[in-house]
């Protein structure tokens, strides 16, 4: 029967809950072609995070142990899929797109001479040939992949797959490896864990955004006093954040965070593709720009045209005298 090979990733002592995801891929995959699906723990203690997978309907856990596997290097990693991969010739290989599954991936594919299509959304058959989409220029297009033959390496999009289904109980199984001849040209030193954000934009209900029309980091304080005066958060385009006149959460578009309040407010950004794909599912979209051709006029539910040193401190006056902040 053929295999399903799906990468199990884990930090401090847990699964992590996108593995789910990829294992619900993997068993689209596997009932396309009556194949088995295989979860894979590499850990110093693999015993103690297989209970979170013990009730999936998967067919196998199989359970690698090593000292040094208490946390990821590419080269502990690429040696014990490798060793795995070629005694038991998968039909397919399956990560999650993230930065251990976008590490190890592609790396092993090419030690294999074989075809990887990575972050894949979605997932289509012709006969039991699979048609992998994945999302190109900021989600503007999908692009349809196929790998011209197995075995197929993935990577797959987190959230992008419904989670493996419960009702099953798989097979426990130990593989033994020799990891005594690899180099290991990286060590773990440790995890920072990010800074909270001061803000949470993606909760925001009412955001004002700042960009370069700005101009300088003194006169940023306009931004913030509307959005104060309308109860909202602000925010700002990328150039705004790398002059440093705001900090780097609050900044909006397809590197920065993915909005959606009921108004956004964009005085002096043009509505770059970049800034678009941030914000343009916003409910109501209000621009403030001087240029009448700018782009962002495009996706705006109502233009203002003019200088926005004007315009904003006209509408912090009529927010506050209609006390718009306290309703
Ligand atoms: C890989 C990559 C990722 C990126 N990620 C992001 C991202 O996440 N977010 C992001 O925003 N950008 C991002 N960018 C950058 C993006 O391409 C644009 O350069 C950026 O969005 C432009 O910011 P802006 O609109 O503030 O500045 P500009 O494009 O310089 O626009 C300034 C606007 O202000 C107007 N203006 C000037 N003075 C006034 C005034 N007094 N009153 C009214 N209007 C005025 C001008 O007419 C102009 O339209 C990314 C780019 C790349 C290559």
């Given at each position: 029967m053929d295999k399903i090979l799906v990468l199990i990733e884990h930090r401090d002592a847990q699964i992590l809950d996108h593995n789910l995801g990829a294992l619900g891929f993997a068993t689209q995959c596997a009932r396309r072609w009556n194949a088995d699906v295989c979860a894979l723990i590499l850990s110093n203690n693999p015993l103690a995070l297989s209970s979170k997978l013990a009730s999936k309907k998967i067919n196998e856990i199989v359970h690698v142990q090593h000292e040094i596997l208490k946390n990821y290097t590419?080269?502990?990693?690429?040696?014990?899929?490798?060793?795995?991969?070629?005694?038991?010739?998968?039909?397919?290989?399956?990560?999650?797109?993230?930065?251990?599954g976008w590490d190890v991936g592609p790396s092993l594919a090419a030690s294999f001479q074989a075809g990887i299509v990575t972050d894949i959304s979605a997932l289509a058959f012709e006969g039991s040939e699979p048609i992998f989409s994945r999302q190109v220029y900021n989600g503007k297009l999908v692009e349809k992949v196929k790998i011209k033959k197995a075995p197929y390496f993935v990577t797959v999009e987190r959230g992008g797959f419904a989670s493996v289904e419960e009702g099953g109980a798989p097979q426990v199984q130990s593989f033994d490896v020799s990891l005594d001849n690899v180099q290991f040209r990286t060590e773990f030193i440790g995890v920072e864990v990010a800074q909270k954000a001061a803000v949470d934009l993606a909760k925001s209900n009412i955001i004002v955004a700042g960009g370069r029309g700005?101009?300088?980091?003194?006169?940023?304080?306009?931004?913030?006093?509307?959005?104060?005066?309308?109860g909202g958060d602000f925010a700002a385009s990328r150039p705004v954040v790398d002059n440093e006149w705001?900090?780097?959460?609050?900044?909006?578009?397809?590197?920065?965070?993915?909005?959606?309040?009921?108004?956004?407010?964009?005085?002096?950004?043009?509505?770059?593709?970049?800034?678009?794909?941030?914000?343009?599912?916003?409910?109501?979209?209000?621009a403030i720009n001087k240029d009448p051709h700018a782009p962002i006029f495009g996706v705006a539910h109502f233009g203002i045209v003019g200088d926005l040193f004007e315009i904003v401190p006209a509408l912090i006056e009529e927010a506050k005298s209609q006390g718009i902040a306290h309703r």
């Open positions: 590419l080269d502990g990693y690429t040696a014990v899929l490798r060793q795995w991969i070629e005694k038991n010739s998968p039909k397919m290989v399956v990560f999650s797109h993230t930065s251990i700005v101009g300088k980091k003194e006169n940023f304080h306009v931004i913030e006093d509307l959005a104060h005066a309308l705001v900090e780097r959460d609050r900044q909006v578009g397809s590197s920065g965070k993915t909005v959606a309040p009921k108004l956004y407010l964009a005085c002096g950004i043009s509505g770059a593709i970049q800034h678009l794909s941030g914000m343009k599912k916003s409910n109501v979209i209000v």
